[in-house]
């Protein structure tokens, strides 16, 4: 029989490591070396086998105790191989419990399904708009979740109903499961966790012990927040079991799109439509804002596609809600469609001044036909 390695060895920790480095470092090797990643692969099996039987013993105060003073023997009674080690402490749901649910996604409880039980958290999601953000918010959200059956104060029983001990886990709330070579401890499918039987169920809940119920709660959603933002309301989520904590409840605000801003971080954008005369001659143009409407400085010559600042008409930053960003215009050049007679003799008198050509009225067919001789 090949020679043991050493534990630490196997595991790659000294023998100063802490627990969790120990669980940390197993955590890999089980994962690199899982049977259901290497399929087939014998020498991978090997390796799991043998970080398996490592962790078994380095995770146990008492065993590595043990082991550190005595080595393979520990004190006379080693071990003859994985199956013999397996079976020596009662297969791997009892030695790896916690570790395993990682993997697999079980329950465990050294009290079965009568240990509290945390709720489940909740998401919520709001739409707000960019006033909103420039103010905050106070909205009431209506909240569906499971609350602690009033009737029967959580135990899921009928008033005067007997238990009995769930025959298939013993009481456990838990039934092993083979897989290959180990077993998994998994929720027990006759009690649902519970570990008992109810003779007769609550009619309120129907022995489910929690009723869904809808409850109002005032929410303050905070000025400067951004889209996609999670705000956390602690201990608003569904209510636990066998007197275990609520969970939390997430809202998630989506801002809904402006029809004439846009938003990047605390600054907004805009494009803003501008008389020609004014862009040429300059002047103020009345231009929208958040909180309503400002007079816009445009100077002489303005080029269409310039960008105009108007400071601290922007969004406040989260944190700072006192500071607020800018609002940035893009000015584009209002050319109209028609101008009156009067208009059009003088834009013809200043484009002659500028010696530019210009058309100054269509001719006729027969003009055009006249020209052509």
Do not use: W
């Amino acid at each position: 029989m090949a020679q043991k390695r050493d534990y630490y060895e196997v595991l790659g920790v000294t023998r100063t490591s802490t627990a969790d480095e120990i669980k940390k470092s197993y955590r890999k090797i089980a994962l690199q070396y899982h049977p259901d990643r290497n399929p087939g692969n014998k020498e991978a099996e090997d390796k799991f086998k043998e970080a398996a039987e490592a962790y078994a013993v380095l995770s146990d105060q008492q065993k590595r105790a043990q082991y550190d003073q005595f080595g393979h023997s520990l004190g006379g009674h080693g071990f003859q191989g994985f199956e013999d080690f397996a079976e020596s402490f009662g297969g791997f749901g009892d030695i790896f419990g916690d570790l395993f649910e990682d993997f697999f996604g079980g329950s465990r409880g050294a009290s079965g399904g009568r240990r509290p039980r945390r709720g489940s958290d909740l998401q919520m999601p709001v739409e707000i708009t960019l006033e909103d953000v420039l103010h905050g918010k106070d909205l009431q959200l209506e909240i569906p979740r499971l609350e602690i059956c009033a009737d029967c104060k959580g135990t899921g029983a009928a008033s005067g109903s007997k238990r009995s001990t769930c025959g298939d886990c013993g009481g456990r709330g838990e039934v092993r499961v083979s897989q290959g070579f180990f077993t998994l401890k998994r929720t027990c499918p006759t009690c649902q966790g519970a570990g008992e039987i109810i003779e007769k169920p609550c009619t309120a809940c129907g022995g489910k012990k929690r009723v869904r119920k809808t409850r109002k709660l005032n929410l303050k959603i905070p000025a400067g927040i951004h889209s996609q933002a999670r705000l956390k309301v602690t201990g608003e989520g569904e209510a636990g079991e066998v007197g275990g904590p609520r969970g939390d409840l997430y809202v998630d605000t989506h801002i809904k799109e402006h029809n004439f801003f846009e938003r990047k971080e605390e600054n907004l954008f805009c494009e803003l439509l501008i008389p020609y005369t004014t862009a040429v001659l300059g002047g103020s143009v009345s231009c929208p804002t958040l909180t309503g409407k400002t007079d816009l400085k445009v100077g002489a010559g303005t080029p269409a596609g310039k960008i105009l600042q108007i400071k601290g008409e922007g969004l406040p930053h989260f944190n700072h809600p006192d500071v607020r960003g800018d609002q940035y215009v893009r000015v584009e050049i209002e050319v109209p469609s028609k101008v009156s007679a009067e208009e059009k003799k003088l834009l013809v008198e200043l484009a002659m001044l500028r010696g530019e050509k210009v058309q100054t009225r269509k001719k006729a067919f027969f003009d055009k036909l006249k020209d052509s001789f």
